[in-house]
């Protein structure tokens, strides 16, 4: 079995109530064969502290330039790996073998991405709480396609993606800092 590299990308701002247990979970995986890289956009409640404790990459942007878009290219920009995993700075993986089981899906050379359906923190907001119904919705209705695979319990948060960037990692790159947006890639 393949070995990727997965590049981890958190976005940040003001994460302090869950990014010490959304980097703890990280550092326990089964799977080693990764890097995180912290997006931070000014963070001034204590979760630069955090951090701090941990082997990560951080990168700092101003908060006026703060949107998903840019600071997940951002992310990219200063990643090093064949896998591009992203998520919030609350989004907890639940199981230690998160990583692994990305690896295990990118061993089918026709994947090009895929995502795991979340699960909203009890304290999420009530936007959270829809999202989480509408991608259990979603995921019902797409049973009959052949061509997804649906992992219905990857790790509570919101709008958390993971893109296969190698062997077209140089296409996909580009694409996405020209266009300054996360594309989505259809099966």
């Given at each position: 079995m393949k070995k990727f590299k997965i590049s981890v990308i958190l976005r940040t701002y003001n994460e302090v109530k869950h990014i010490g247990e959304v980097l703890k979970s990280l550092t326990e995986q089964t799977y080693l064969n990764h890097e995180i890289i912290i997006v931070d956009s000014g963070s001034v409640d204590g979760t630069l502290d955090i951090i701090e404790r941990y082997p990560v990459k951080l990168v700092s942007i101003n908060k006026e330039d703060f949107?998903?878009?840019?600071?997940?290219?951002?992310?990219?920009?200063?990643?090093?790996?064949?896998?591009?995993?992203?998520?919030?700075?609350?989004?907890?993986?639940v199981y230690k073998n998160y990583l692994e089981?990305?690896?295990?899906i990118f061993q089918e050379t026709e994947i090009?991405?895929?995502?795991?359906?979340?699960?909203a923190l009890p304290d999420g907001s009530i936007t959270e709480k829809i999202f989480n119904r509408i991608g259990y919705l979603k995921s019902k209705l797409s049973l009959n396609n052949k061509r997804f695979f649906l992992e219905n319990k990857i790790h509570p948060g919101i709008f958390s993606v993971v893109v296969m960037l190698a062997p077209e990692r140089n296409y996909y790159l580009n694409t996405l800092l020209k266009s300054n947006s996360v594309m989505e890639v259809k099966m």
């Open positions: 949107n998903y878009s840019y600071a997940s290219n951002v992310g990219v920009q200063n990643s090093s790996g064949d896998i591009v995993c992203f998520l919030s700075g609350h989004s907890v993986p089981k990305i690896n295990e090009g991405a895929c995502y795991g359906e979340v699960i």
